[in-house]
């Protein structure tokens, strides 16, 4: 951890928590939690079930308040912003919940352009093009603006709710397990779709995931929550190097493992996500 002044090593930290804890009554669940997410890298954040990933998101985007600890976004302690400060800040992230959570009798068009109604005054004609362009960003075809959710695939709405977190043109992003619920081929697309992404606009991305594939594929570091902590984080390899008795579980256990060996044989000359 650095020294707090907004660098370790010369990166800037884009999300920065400090001993956080977060109680539910007498439940627990942030027991002094500490974490990093610099500039510009996808940080995948893994856990069991009901460890507390979907309310350190939360926490994080101000959803949620914590019993004690501090939580910096761009350099900024929450706590020290006005109302006014807040909602500036908040156009420079996206968030795509869960199961994509888009609005399912609006058009895709239509959701694209409810950040941007939120926060300014455009016309209707530009905000059809900026949906239009941001359609074109995340790989839909033109036809699919005027359709509603239930018209698309399940890889389509992950994309539409992907161009509508990207809707402001954010710095960060988070993603609440974005290949849940997509076939092996869907969820690699995505993951290549990210990974361009990243590069392309620089976007910085906090992605909850339990996808091990996703992992592998576009995270540059993972840190792993258990009993209210981050119990272990860094690049893919030091995680899988780690002995902590919880990692070794989670990675190196039947489907981890599995999974480990498959890349493996990639390695030397196969193809395919498991
Ligand atoms: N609003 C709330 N009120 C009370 N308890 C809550 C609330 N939100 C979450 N919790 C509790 O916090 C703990 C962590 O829940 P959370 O949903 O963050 O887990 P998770 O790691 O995201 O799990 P999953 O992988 O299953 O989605 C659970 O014990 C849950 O019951």
Not at 82 to 103: H, I, K, Y
Not at 150 to 155: A, K, T, Y
Not at 225 to 249: C, F, H, N, Q
Request: proline letters at 4%; one cysteine or more.
């Amino acid at each position: 951890m650095d020294g707090g002044n907004g660098a370790e090593a010369g990166r800037e930290v884009v999300i920065r928590v400090r001993d956080l804890v977060i109680e539910f009554g007498r439940n627990r669940v942030m027991k002094g939690l500490n974490l990093d997410v610099y500039r510009g890298e996808v940080l995948g954040f893994v856990g069991g079930s009901g460890q507390g990933k979907s309310v350190l998101t939360r926490a994080i985007l101000g959803l949620l308040p914590k019993t004690a600890g501090r939580i910096e976004i761009f350099g900024h302690d929450r706590d020290s912003l006005s109302e006014r400060d807040l909602r500036l800040l908040e156009r420079r992230w996206g968030v795509l919940f869960q199961n994509g959570a888009l609005f399912s009798g609006l058009t895709v068009k239509q959701n694209i352009q409810l950040p941007m109604r939120e926060r300014f005054d455009l016309s209707q004609r530009f905000m059809d093009e900026l949906a239009m362009l941001k359609i074109e960003l995340v790989g839909l075809p033109p036809s699919a603006a005027d359709k509603i959710p239930s018209e698309l695939s399940g890889g389509m709405v992950k994309r539409a709710a992907l161009a509508r977190a990207l809707a402001l043109d954010p710095e960060l992003v988070f993603l609440d397990e974005p290949t849940s619920g997509l076939d092996p081929i869907g969820a690699a697309e995505f993951d290549r779709l990210i990974g361009t992404l990243k590069k392309t606009l620089g976007l910085t991305v906090f992605m909850v995931t339990h996808d091990l594939d996703s992992l592998y594929a576009i995270c540059d570091r993972v840190a792993a929550l258990y009993d209210g902590k981050v119990i272990g984080e860094g690049p893919m390899e030091t995680v899988l190097a780690s002995e902590e008795p919880w990692l070794r579980a989670y990675f190196h256990g039947e489907r981890g493992g599995r999974l480990i060996a498959s890349r493996s044989l990639r390695a030397h000359g196969a193809e395919g996500r498991d």
